[in-house]
């Protein structure tokens, strides 16, 4: 059976529509009858669930445990060793709250806005770490029908001031931590009166922005829910078509955009996330739990977690830098303490987990790993028959399984695609890796993997409450007429779509068609299974020299799976005929490498420059091109190892971990001419 069907006439030059086949002829836009708005999606539970299962779950750190580490670092082509200290946590157990007494601190801090003097419809900036309280907040905005604007906490001075400015908001939620930022950025926000803030401040932050802006009122977090406590106010909740949330996206050039999401919007995607996966997640039972820890301010996660509201799985909010136990002190890490069962994540995080299985394995006596290899290949096997491999957990991956809880079933990846051969390999050694694709225009819908069906390298079939069509791309060559597997620009329709970005006409009418379909940019293929897998962006999509296109995130998903990266960015010059790269690498594995090749004495920048060192890798991502089965032209003909970790800080990644081409493009022109043997 096909996981979607085809609806509609055949147009030439597109595909015809695709919907999944659960929903062939209507498009679903409620999870249940009378749930309209997030505001319902949290009440569905308060009244089904109430005190008898636990809604939200958090940490307090306890304490903060220092140590003096002595680190190696290049000054002048000189290796130096310096002692520094790092920082490690002490948390406490995992505290729960329930339905009931989540929604009473939403109705708090609802009527502590109104205390404020906010309104319906009023909006309340929310430019802070994801974690228990950004929840609570947002939905005490909804509670009095108000809308959250959401910047993230990496978004920058300039981003998070256009986001205040272009919305006028006169209140925002932020951290304690972030209040230095609020500094800068306040005297270039006209409209802003409140400052509510989570967290006790550090020094004498506080006194300078209030001796500075003597027009801002400033209140914790925990001042505002009393003041909603001692004034109660009854809720005023919004309607469907209410905006919940102007999600500003990062971009990867200019000033972010605006995206508006009705409640509808986002319901639907509920909705649509349900009916594909809810029967899936009865047949694993009720005590289901997710851990929370990417940023809320993605719509991934954002939508993820209302789903998991609405099912009544636990959401436990962990911080990246708190998840393993590496990390911590005197306590296990986030996902040990938690033992979710559910797990969301973007492609770093998995090939992170991916590639320290892979050193623990390695690292192994050659008995030890023949046993891994065999099991794996065995369990493989076994998976693609829909047959039984419990024996072989037992034996050999349960070890595997406990580094993240040893409870998790099923895990979802987004964000950006994650390479079939690190799904492949997790899927066998931890849990099915469930890989999904959205944008925030669709509220992160367009398509998710069915746990039923085995399949690596797909996005699996059009989420219920959308429909789907590929658009001839004639200039690259994707088109619809194509076989076996036709291709084209991703178009997506339906009623988790947004109407356009906030106060910029002119792009909306560039990105959305009259009857509302909606132009991703993004390349697709439709498999023969009904399945759609994504290949590429349209932005991304090079020419090279002898007339063959080059898809460059694709690539980069591929040779991301190396052992010897951590990350990547493939170039094309459109006048040569094969890509170069730029490759941050595993400090570890280059040590490894350096080590079999009697180079250990090599400070890390010469081993960084070192052709030995550099061909060995290169030599990898051959051996990984003829693995995926890549053109001649695809293959990377030279490589540039770079010290310099790609950070959303430093500005050269997205905050959603994207890469900023650009800018990295711009930072390394010196080292791209070389590799290309451009002189200036």
Same mark, same amino acid.
């Given at each position: 059976?096909?996981?979607? *069907? ?292 993605? *719509? ?60 623990? *394995? ?7 790993? &023949? ?27 349960? &070890? ?62 059009? *989420? ?195 890469? &900023? ?20």
């Amino acid at each position: 059976m096909e996981c979607s *069907v085809p609806v509609g006439p055949k147009v030439k030059g597109e595909t015809q529509i695709r919907r999944s086949a659960l929903s062939p002829n209507d498009l679903v836009s409620t999870p249940a009858p009378g749930v309209n708005t997030l505001y319902d999606v949290l009440q569905y539970n308060v009244k089904k669930i109430g005190t008898k299962q636990a809604c939200m779950a958090y940490r307090n750190i306890e304490s903060i445990v220092e140590e003096e580490k002595e680190v190696t670092k290049v000054v002048n082509n000189q290796e130096i060793k310096e002692k520094k200290t790092w920082k490690y946590f002490k948390l406490s157990d995992f505290i729960y709250l329930n339905y009931e007494e989540v929604s009473e601190l939403t109705r708090s801090i609802g009527a502590g806005l109104v205390n404020l003097g906010l309104q319906k419809n009023s909006k309340v900036e929310i430019f802070s770490v994801t974690g228990l309280n950004w929840m609570l907040v947002t939905h005490g905005c909804f509670s009095q029908g108000m809308t959250i604007v959401t910047a993230y906490d990496t978004l920058g001075e300039s981003g998070l001031a256009h986001s205040m400015n272009e919305t006028e908001v006169t209140t925002i939620f932020t951290n304690a931590d972030l209040l230095p930022t609020i500094k800068i950025v306040a005297g270039k926000v006209p409209s802003l009166i409140y400052v509510i803030y989570d967290g006790k401040p550090k020094g004498n932050i506080l006194e300078e922005i209030k001796e500075s802006f003597q027009k801002i009122q400033f209140i914790s977090l925990d001042e505002l829910k009393e003041l909603g406590r001692k004034n109660p106010v009854a809720p005023n909740p919004p309607s469907a078509q209410d905006y919940c949330c102007i999600m500003y996206t990062s971009g990867s050039t200019g000033n972010p955009k605006g995206v508006m999401l009705t409640h509808a919007n986002i319901v639907a995607a509920v909705a649509g996330v349900n009916k594909m996966l809810q029967p899936t997640l009865v047949t694993i039972g009720l005590d289901n739990s997710l851990l929370a820890f990417l940023p809320l301010a993605h *719509v991934l996660e954002f939508t993820v977690e209302h789903v998991c509201i609405f099912w009544g799985v636990t959401l436990g909010y962990g911080n990246i830098r708190t998840l393993t136990d590496a990390s911590v002190r005197d306590c296990l890490g986030d996902i040990r303490a938690f033992k979710p069962t559910l797990l969301v994540g973007v492609p770093a995080v998995w090939e992170s987990i991916r590639k320290g299985v892979l050193a623990k *394995v390695n690292a192994g006596s050659p008995a030890l790993q &023949k046993i891994f290899y065999a099991a794996f290949k065995t369990k493989g096997w076994l998976l693609r028959r829909g047959l039984p491999a419990g024996i072989l957990d037992n034996v050999v991956f349960n &070890k595997i399984k406990d580094q993240t809880g040893g409870r998790l079933k099923y895990a979802l990846s987004g964000g950006a695609p994650v390479s079939p051969e690190t799904q492949e390999f997790l899927t066998i050694t931890v849990c099915p890796i469930l890989q999904g694709y959205g944008l925030t225009e669709t509220c992160g819908m367009c398509g998710i993997d069915s746990p039923d069906v085995l399949r690596y390298g797909t996005v699996g079939s059009p *989420v219920p409450c959308l429909e789907v069509k590929l658009v001839d791309e004639p200039n690259s060559g994707y088109l619809s007429t194509n076989l076996p597997c036709p291709q084209g620009e991703i178009w997506i329709r339906g009623n988790c779509i947004t109407e356009g970005y906030y106060k910029n006409e002119a792009l909306t009418r560039e990105s959305f068609t009259e009857d509302k379909w909606f132009q991703t940019g993004d390349i697709g293929e439709w498999k023969q299974d009904g399945s759609l897998a994504v290949i590429d962006r349209k932005k991304n999509l090079v020419k090279l020299s002898n007339g063959e296109y080059i898809a460059l995130e694709k690539l980069e998903s591929i040779y991301k799976s190396i052992l010897y990266v951590s990350n990547i960015c493939v170039y094309a010059d459109s006048f040569q005929t094969r890509p170069v790269a730029l490759i941050v690498p595993l400090y570890d594995r280059i040590m490894e490498l350096a080590k079999e090749k009697g180079l250990g004495h090599l400070n890390v920048e010469e081993l960084y420059k070192n052709k030995e060192i550099c061909t060995g890798i290169l030599n990898a991502c051959s051996a990984q091109a003829k693995k995926a089965d890549l053109k001649p032209a695809e293959i990377i003909s030279a490589i540039t190892l770079v010290p310099d970790e790609w950070t959303s800080q430093n500005g050269l990644l997205t905050a959603a971990q994207k890469l &900023k081409r650009k800018d990295i493009l711009e930072k390394y022109k010196e080292e791209l001419d070389h590799m290309y043997g451009i002189k200036k």
